[in-house]
């Protein structure tokens, strides 16, 4: 089974990624949507598994269908990771 970890990181990063496009806080999305702002940090950091329903919650207080969340998603996972030597 492939690890579901880099998946989740892409998933966090295009949910950031659309918040701060809407100009919103995570304070601002948690009261959109009834999700915690600290779960919305541990989504954005890539910590946990989300279920479908905050994934739902979340996608509807971004206006944003979850197909693509998902689509953002996988674009980001195929980027390739930044190296050492890109950091110097």
């Known amino acids: 089974m492939p690890d579901a970890t880099p998946f989740l990181r892409a998933l966090g990063r295009a949910l950031r990624e659309r918040r701060e496009e809407l100009s919103l806080t995570q304070e601002a999305l948690s009261l959109r949507t009834g ?6 940090w541990e ?9 479908a329903r905050t994934l739902l919650r979340l996608v509807s207080g ?3 269908p979850c197909s693509e969340l998902f689509a953002r998603a996988e674009r ?3 980027l390739p990771a930044p190296s050492a030597t890109d950091e110097e």
């Open 35 to 40: 999700v915690p702002q600290r779960r919305i």
């Open 76 to 78: 980001i996972a195929t």
């Open 43 to 51: 989504l954005e950091a890539g910590i946990g598994n989300p279920t």
């Open 62 to 64: 971004l206006d944003l």
